[in-house]
């Protein structure tokens, strides 16, 4: 059975596109997806993320369960501050990735994405034997709210309290309790999509208050409602990996290139955590034989790579492509792709896509196509 959100009527008033993602009925576009892409990059875009997983984490030994289970120093992450990290299997291959939010001294926000929600809690579940830590599935307890974009600092700000709340303090990847538009929300400074933003988790009875209220202080901003088509060529142009494409159980970290994630050397539980062994060998696998690197493709022609298109070059296959969209801010198709070491360096000539029997010319550049001015 198709779920949805708790502002699915909403999206329907608007005039949504609405599409099936991991089980949720959820808004594709309401309009133009160039449209709304446009906005994010240069004005600001509001977006129901509330398919995404939430999981919370507490007792005496929270943090002891999430280096354990996590292949990330958990113990690090200082209160109200949040961090990127992936959880794996034994043989090393990635289940998901996913940002966990410190909340307090023993309390802690796993956030999954939608497609692996069950499998994170299974798993982080399954891990938690032998420590004094509980695991709950808080989705139902969250909608998620998202406003992206060079405006979004100044549109949130403007229905915040300033009493409870030092916007301007907070930083890329840290999140704080606070009021918007008179909703009680927990107020995180990330995003997917290559621009400032912020996420905010509320309670699902408070989400259309706090979408309307958002909707009007955008106004005179340009913000426009986003769907997951322009989420998508968003977070492509800023090179961020999406599970099931650039991400999967078949590649351990060091595959992707995000060997950087995993931190061997930990406060506590540093050497038994889950997967530990396969990552050591995966680590000095990649040290002594690369793997196939993540590039950015930039289109010669019109013509669109897809996920799964084979890269080649002299008539060899040397890659596959992951992910492709035209990037409405470049005005050319742009993919990623895995490809050989020998093919990865930017500005290597030669390489192509074969798009149904068509070797059609790439130019290799490296990630992200696009970061934002500071």
Partial sequence: MTRTTSLDALHRSLGA??????????????????????????????????????????GPQAVDLLNHALVGNIGS?????????????????????LIVYRLGETEYMVVANAGNAQVVLDALTERAAGFDAEVRDDHDAYALLAV?????????????????????GLKYYA?????????????????YTGEDGFELFVSPADAEK?????????????????????RDT?????????????????LTPFDAGLGRVVKFEKTSHGD?????????????????????????????????????MPVV????????????????????????????????EAGTAGVGVDIRGTHEPYEVVALPFYKRQK
């Fill in 210 to 230: 706090l979408w309307q209220a958002l909707t009007e202080a955008g106004a005179e901003y340009g913000l426009i409602p986003c769907g997951l088509s322009c």
């Fill in 272 to 308: 038994d955590f889950v997967g530990h062994d396969a990552l050591r060998d995966a680590a000095a696998k990649a040290e002594a034989n690369p793997p196939r690197k993540l590039v950015g493709l930039i289109a010669e022609g019109r013509r669109v790579p897809r996920a799964g």
């Fill in 17 to 58: 596109t609405m599409t099936d993602f991991a089980g949720w009925d959820m808004p594709l576009r309401y309009g133009s997806e160039r449209d709304e892409h446009n906005a994010v990059r240069t004005r600001a875009g509001l977006f129901d993320l509330s398919h995404m997983g939430e999981i919370t984490v507490t």
């Fill in 234 to 250: 968003l977070r492509l142009e800023a090179g961020m990996p999406l599970y099931g494409h650039e991400l999967s159980t078949s």
């Fill in 77 to 97: 992450v200082g209160a109200g501050r949040a961090r990127y990290t992936m959880i794996c299997r034994a043989d090393g291959g990635i289940l998901d990735d």
């Fill in 148 to 168: 992206q974009g060079p405006a979004s600092a100044a549109i949130v700000k403007s229905v915040t309290s300033s009493a409870d709340t030092d916007l301007d």
């Fill in 313 to 344: 070059a002299d008539g060899q296959v040397i890659g596959e492509v992951t992910s492709g969209a035209p990037s409405p801010t470049l005005g050319k198709p742009i993919a990623m792709a895995y490809v050989d070491p020998a093919h990865a």
């Fill in 175 to 191: 999140g704080l309790p606070g009021t918007v538009a008179g909703v009680q929300a927990l107020i995180a400074r990330t995003g």
